[in-house]
């Protein structure tokens, strides 16, 4: 915590939940240590207040406590630039909808100096962000970001681990001659996502390792992806095979089509990096 100026507020227990207060200076350097923090258990907050908005981090990633006052002064902007792609759990997105919440995450791209960060923002609506960089005041428009809710009722799982095959979705049955033509094309697409992934952006390997998000785009549940570049519809297949293979024999036929496909892979880290790609997948822990 001393690495990024932080200190120790307090510790608050509220009925079953447990909040980790901790007080910084800098609310960009507090984002980026709370990104590094793990919750594994619901019900447990880490949060850092700062003099620019409480950040905090629980189970389902990071997120703003509360839109700033100065955030709703829209007639005070410098430049405009639509909102990047989200960049916090979808069920915040859901929630801003609702109303139940005032604000989300996405990536905001400076109008004037081209810096990119995190920030929170309305949900179809426009609000103000200013650059950490350049101190430009961004009046980010989120019109272009659409949730639709597929269940209102969200299980523990993804229910695209559940369901039955959709139209257009690929038979990966578990015969012999089918399994070994999975198991090369996994490998394949595992091994094209190593290539490629150190020169994606932070914002790109944000979302490329966000399963909530990623089958929110699956379902169709956020618009924007209707024709995905090709980093991203790597990943999207490598977690559609995922589901497919729960459905079809769990996590057993999980992890021997892993395990297969290892065997073909050049690189031979499928095992080590595919926990990044199908958390949330049935009973599948990694």
């Not at 409480?54 to 990071?62: A, H, M, P, S, T």
């Not at 979302?207 to 998000?213: V, Y």
């Amino acid at each position: 915590m001393a690495e990024f100026g932080l200190t120790v507020g307090g510790v608050e227990f509220n009925g079953q939940a447990s909040y980790l207060t901790l007080n910084g200076p800098d609310a960009e350097r507090a984002k980026e240590f709370l990104q590094g923090e793990f919750v594994d258990r619901e019900l447990y907050y880490v949060v850092v207040e700062t003099p620019d908005g409480v950040w905090g981090v629980d189970i389902e990633g990071l997120y703003l406590e509360n839109l700033r006052p100065w955030q709703l002064e829209t007639d005070s902007a410098d430049c405009g630039v639509p909102a990047g792609s989200i960049a916090g759990p979808t069920s915040a997105v859901q929630s801003a909808m609702r109303g139940s919440h005032n604000n989300f995450l996405v990536w905001v791209g400076c109008g004037r100096c081209e810096h990119r960060w995190i920030d929170g923002v309305r949900y179809q609506d426009k609000t103000l962000a200013r650059c950490p960089k350049c101190r430009a005041r961004n009046l980010v428009d989120s019109s272009n970001i659409t949730m639709y809710v597929v269940e209102d009722s969200p299980q523990a799982t993804s229910p695209l681990s559940t369901s039955g095959s959709g139209s257009g979705s690929e038979d990966h049955s578990a015969d012999e001659e089918r399994r070994a033509e999975v198991s090369a094309r996994f490998a394949s697409l595992m091994d094209a996502n190593q290539r490629h992934f150190g020169g994606l952006t932070d914002e790109q390997k944000a979302l490329a390792t966000d399963w909530r998000q990623l089958d929110a785009i699956i379902a169709g549940a956020v618009t924007g992806w209707e024709s995905p570049p090709d980093w991203l519809a790597r990943v999207l297949e490598i977690r559609k095979i995922g589901h497919q293979l729960n459905r079809e024999g769990g996590v057993r036929l999980m992890t021997e089509t892993i395990a297969q496909a290892e065997r073909v892979s050049e690189f031979r880290l499928i095992e080590a990096t595919i926990p990044l790609f199908w958390q949330g997948i049935g009973d599948w822990k990694g």
